[in-house]
């Protein structure tokens, strides 16, 4: 927890850093909801060769979503910076 809140507290400080410096800082973050998630892992599960992409850490990830979901919201809140804000893409539809 400490090292989370140390990470939170710097990581904008270290992103503004590299702009001032001339790097041109793009953050992406592909959602995809956790019923599209959930349609696509069991694609992958009911087909035999896409079957290998599916993983244990996949599905405990999965089992974990509201969690991780709550940690990305933290992460944003303290991260989406002026110089360097995230850009959120809807990931449902990969069209």
Excluded at 2 to 20: A, D
Excluded at 28 to 35: D, T
Aim: glycine share 2%; proline share 4%.
């Amino acid at each position: 927890e400490e090292q989370h809140q140390e990470f939170l507290r710097t990581c904008p400080e270290f992103e503004r850093m590299l702009v001032r410096s001339g790097i041109i800082l793009l953050k992406y973050w592909f959602s995809v909801s956790y019923e599209e998630q959930s349609r696509r892992f069991a694609a992958r599960n009911r087909e035999p060769l896409k079957r290998w992409k599916l993983s244990e850490m996949d599905l405990e990830e999965h089992r974990l979503y509201v969690r991780y979901s709550m940690a990305k919201d933290t992460t944003f809140q303290y991260t989406d910076i002026k110089q360097a804000p995230w850009y959120v893409v809807p990931s449902d539809d990969k069209r």
